[in-house]
Every structure is written in C-alpha cells, then in structure tokens.
C-alpha cells in the first residue's frame, strides 16, 4: 500500500525553525519528484518546495526563497523540508506528495508560526 507520512510539525514563535519529514513507502521513491505543499485555513493549497528525482534540482515558491530547503534521502525513502526564519504567514498544513507516473499524497502535518 502506497503512504506518504509527515512529520515535525509543531508550534514555533517567530523566526523559529522547524524540520519536517516526510517517508513513503509502497513505491519505488528513488524515481519520483517530491513536492511540500502547504494550505492555510481559508486559502488555497500552494506549492512550497519540489525537488528532482536526483536530488540535483530544487525550487521554491518565491515567498519562502532564502529561508526553506527542501532535501531528500532515498536510502530512507525520505524527504525533508527545513523551515528557518518563520513567519506567522507560514501558518498552514505541510503537505508531501510524490509524482513521477503516478501521484501520492500524504496527509498532512501541522506548522503555527505564533507568539
């Protein structure tokens, strides 16, 4: 059975850090592109982070440019997204999701950026 798990989310004051985890399993995750996504209460989901297969390339939304990295571990079936520099408007669910022929989704894990 195809999962995706997350994990790390917490609450954080301002110009904290959090790492998030994110580790698949029923699928073959060396060949997908892995995606954080995050969605805050009353707004769209957006697209965070991607990074390729290889782990060669990576991008982010403009918003958090500078201050996320996303990486991967293939050997734990793994990818992470370090968040430094919090903002309260990073406040939203973090969502990772693979896609290569297929997508997965996983469920999702909470970060609040509050004093």
């Known amino acids: 059975q195809v999962q995706l798990a997350e994990s790390g989310g917490g609450l954080v004051q301002p110009g904290g850090s959090l790492r998030l985890s994110c580790t698949a399993s029923?699928?073959?995750?060396?060949?997908?592109?892995m995606r954080w996504y995050r969605q805050a209460p009353g707004k769209e989901r957006e697209l965070v982070a991607a990074?390729?297969?290889?782990?060669?390339?990576?991008n982010y939304a403009d918003s958090v440019k500078g201050r996320f990295t996303i990486s991967r571990d293939d050997a734990k079936s793994s990818v992470y997204l370090q968040l430094n520099s919090l903002k309260p408007e990073d406040t939203a669910t973090y969502y990772c999701?693979?896609?290569?022929?297929?997508?997965?989704w996983g469920k999702g894990t909470l970060v609040t950026v509050s004093s």
């Open positions: 029923g699928f073959t995750f060396r060949m997908y592109i």
């Open positions: 999701m693979a896609v290569y022929r297929n997508s997965y």
């Open positions: 990074i390729s297969s290889d782990g060669r390339s990576t």
